[in-house]
């Protein structure tokens, strides 16, 4: 006897919808906790809603390159200046340039102005310069006859390594300024020593034998045989005071990376040390990559950069050659604009990597970092002016878009509930558990990647509510076509849904791919319009599978919507069913026998 089949039971979670629910549930529930323990409850507005701050840079001209001011470099200024303010993209800040040597940078309300600030303004010419002399100061610099002679620290173990990089660290400042290494052992504090600067400008010996040890002095002393250029640069690093914050920013402005120059450095607010430095051996486009990360040694927050191949060679080299010199000849100072951010000392050759650390906390390092990643300016700027600007619209503009999108949800509602009847309650409550979604991950992406809700976001946000829609009629018509042929209502919603489920997967991943693409073609407003649009796609699937389809399994449970009635949008008669045929057995009418 053969065994009777097995019908197809309901597969995956069509069996448990309450185990659905009460995940999209729980997720919910998540997603508002996280908005009110953020302190953020309402999506940050684009500056078209809110207005922001304006900012007006203007091109400088560069020593020795008149024509550096053309369209070519205005236009690599914009994209870098916009991939610094506006990371994902999604920020809604516009940069966008103005005659011929005026860019505009509008940021929206709510974002760190004075952050955005310091990111646009900030050329980040990074180079590496060999130090020649240092010295503290201001008025309470120490006496250099008094300065600390470098004093031994502990060795890093041969051979110690992460991952194949160097990871052995040399300090030359209190705050511990370190240098990436094979072998670096740490040095001593900031010194006053320094050969006289004659002497320093001049090619070194590599041979560690043939470098005459430096005298502590308190200035450069010029030797009778100095030539003008030489004369020039001690004057200035005598007369160089690092505490005037006007003589801090112009000290070396306008130098060519072959010049060498005086320039200023901080390791401890309010204490400033004053360098000479020699020609750039690397610079800013060498270093492929950087980072702000925390030091897994000291706890403290550094700047990790990688030098491309090329660099990696011109970095080996600078400290091959430094690390045979005595201090403060074995420094090399990480030069950024003109200011030396960091002046480690150096024991042995280094290559691949570098690390600048000092008094950095999360904030500045990952900024540092992300200057530094996107590139250096192709051109000086001077920020001209810093306004605050009202919102283009204007409340009355953003109150009649808000209206026209409440008009055009209520016509949707209508249509719901008059054409689906007691299908339209199912529909409405997707349609809320959407927009609670919408509005809470809106919200939360405001302060988590700067994400900002302008007028074009905003139509994105009200086409999706005819997509959603869309959703909901493409399953609730493959249900009415169930019972049509004759089925009743609970087998009607399952067989119905692979159908559906199939239908909904290619438009929602029609409507995906045309914002994704519309994101990556375009800039500005646009983006805000196609990641808003992508977004709400991708809600829709989650709610459908996860709400719409268990809730449609349940209310095909109650007798409302299973006994079929009028206003439950399911009625077999309205719908034009038709019984299914059966087939009766033919009665044959009695005859007559016939007679012979």
């Known amino acids: 006897m053969a065994a009777p089949k097995k019908g197809r039971g309901p597969s995956g979670g069509q069996g448990r919808p309450g185990r659905a629910l009460a995940l999209i549930l729980i997720a919910m529930v998540a997603l508002t906790g996280g908005l009110f323990l953020s302190g953020h409850t309402t999506p940050r507005l684009g500056i078209d809603l809110a207005g922001g701050t304006s900012i007006t840079l203007e091109a400088q001209n560069q020593p020795g390159k008149p024509n550096a001011i053309n369209q070519t470099n205005m236009d690599t200024a914009v994209g870098i200046i916009e991939r610094r303010v506006n990371g994902l993209g999604v920020s809604e800040a516009e940069v966008q340039t103005q005659g011929n040597k005026n860019i505009i940078v509008n940021i929206p309300k709510g974002t760190n102005s004075k952050q955005a600030q310091e990111q646009v303004g900030t050329t980040a010419q990074l180079y590496f310069r060999p130090v020649l002399t240092v010295q503290a100061s201001g008025p309470e610099a120490p006496n250099p006859s008094g300065s600390e002679t470098p004093s031994t620290g502990a060795t890093p173990k041969p051979g110690e390594s992460a991952e194949g990089e160097d990871k052995a660290k040399g300090e030359d400042k209190p705050e511990g300024e370190e240098a990436t290494g094979t072998e670096a052992t740490p040095s001593a504090s900031a010194t006053t020593q320094g050969r006289a600067v004659t002497g320093a400008l001049t090619k070194d010996d590599p041979t560690p034998g043939a470098t005459d040890k430096p005298k502590p002095s308190d200035s450069p002393e010029a030797s009778p045989s100095?030539?003008?250029?030489?004369?020039?640069?001690q004057e200035e690093f005598a007369k160089l005071d690092c505490t005037d914050p006007k003589q801090r920013t112009e000290a070396g402005q306008n130098a060519k990376p072959t010049d060498s120059i005086v320039a200023c450095g901080s390791n401890v607010p309010g204490s400033y040390e004053k360098y000479i430095l020699g020609p750039a051996e690397v610079s800013g486009s060498d270093v492929d990559d950087a980072k702000g990360a925390i030091d897994q040694q000291s706890g403290q927050w550094i700047v990790s950069m990688e030098f491309t191949s090329a660099g990696a060679k011109k970095f080996q080299t600078i400290t091959s050659r430094l690390s045979q010199q005595q201090p403060p000849m074995n420094q090399f100072a990480i030069v950024l604009d003109g200011e030396v951010v960091s002046a480690p000392s150096v024991r042995t050759a280094l290559s691949k990597n570098a690390q600048i650390s000092g008094s950095f906390d999360q904030q500045s390092a990952e900024d540092l970092g992300n200057i530094l990643s996107y590139g250096a300016l192709p051109l000086t700027f001077k920020e001209v002016s810093v306004t605050t600007v009202t919102a283009a619209l204007g409340s009355e503009q953003l109150q009649a878009g808000l209206i026209a999108g409440a008009i055009g949800l209520a016509l949707v509602i209508i249509y719901l509930v008059v054409y689906y009847r007691g299908l339209a309650f199912i529909a409405l409550l997707s349609l809320l558990v959407s927009g609670i979604l919408t509005y809470t991950i809106m919200a939360l992406l405001g302060p988590a990647i700067g994400f900002a809700l302008n007028l074009p976001a905003v139509c994105g946000a009200i086409v999706a509510i005819g997509i959603t829609a869309d959703s909901f009629i493409v399953y609730f018509e493959r249900v009415r076509d169930e019972i049509r042929e004759g089925r009743t209502l609970r087998p009607a919603?399952?067989?119905?849904?692979?159908?559906?489920?199939?239908?909904?997967?290619?438009?929602?991943?029609?409507?995906?791919?045309?914002?994704?693409?519309?994101f990556i073609v375009t800039v500005g407003k646009v983006q805000g319009f196609a990641f808003t649009l992508g977004l709400t796609t991708l809600l829709d699937v989650v709610v459908v599978f996860l709400f719409t389809k268990p809730l449609m399994t349940l209310m095909g449970r109650t007798k409302f919507f299973s006994k079929g009635g009028p206003w439950s949008g399911l009625d077999p008669k309205r719908l034009g069913a038709q019984p299914p045929l059966r087939r009766s057995r033919r009665v044959n009418a009695p005859t007559e026998p016939k007679e012979a």
């Open 493 to 518: 919603i399952e067989r119905a849904w692979p159908r559906a489920r199939r239908t909904i997967l290619v438009s929602d991943f029609v409507s995906f791919l045309a914002a994704a693409v519309l």
């Open 226 to 233: 100095a030539d003008p250029a030489t004369a020039k640069l």
